[in-house]
């Protein structure tokens, strides 16, 4: 079942709005991640001149760009999935085995990470942590607050596709895919 297989609700529609403004934002991210990654290699090997706040902030990027960017992921319909198996279901099976891995694996596991995160980033704010290099960037919460921020993001993008599946499975006019047409 393609992501135009679902039919959309108002508010799966708004929320996958907003969620497509985040992807297209982070894609920006990217470029500026790729230039400060050029320029730590040239100031490293033609300069002899490494900055380790330089591969601090590569780290930073690539985390928030990887978290920030699951939500794009999910929402897109563009995560990882076995397709040989997927693709020769029927769509209602699809949603069924859908509905219950959100419900099962996906839901319970950001529940985890968000309850574990917040507590983890206030201490690191509580403590005004910063990075153990010397030479390394401050702030160390503000990264830290990428974690909960990206698997709040994600639990978005998943309330969304959840009341698709659920419009599908129990609310659209029959259980026949639509054909690209969002309601």
Excluded: C
């Amino acid at each position: 079942m393609s992501k135009s297989e679902l039919p959309h609700t108002p508010l799966s529609a708004g929320i996958d709005r907003v969620l497509a403004r985040v992807g297209d934002g982070l894609s920006y991210l990217w470029l500026v991640l790729l230039g400060i990654i050029v320029i730590n290699v040239v100031a490293r090997y033609v300069f002899d001149e490494g900055r380790i706040e330089l591969e601090e902030l590569q780290w930073h990027l690539y985390s928030v760009g990887f978290l920030f960017g699951m939500s794009y992921a999910y929402q897109a319909d563009t995560h990882i999935r076995v397709d040989l198996l997927h693709e020769r279901m029927p769509p209602r099976l699809q949603a069924w085995i859908e509905l219950y891995g959100i419900l099962l694996f996906l839901l319970p596991f950001i529940a985890l990470i968000l309850i574990y995160s917040v507590p983890f980033v206030i201490s690191s704010y509580e403590l005004s942590e910063v990075s153990a290099s010397p030479g390394g960037l401050p702030l160390r919460w503000l990264i830290k607050a990428a974690l909960p921020v990206g698997f709040a993001l994600l639990l978005l993008s998943v309330f969304s596709r959840v009341l698709r599946v659920w419009h599908f499975l129990f609310l659209a006019e029959s259980s026949a895919p639509t054909t690209g047409a969002q309601h």
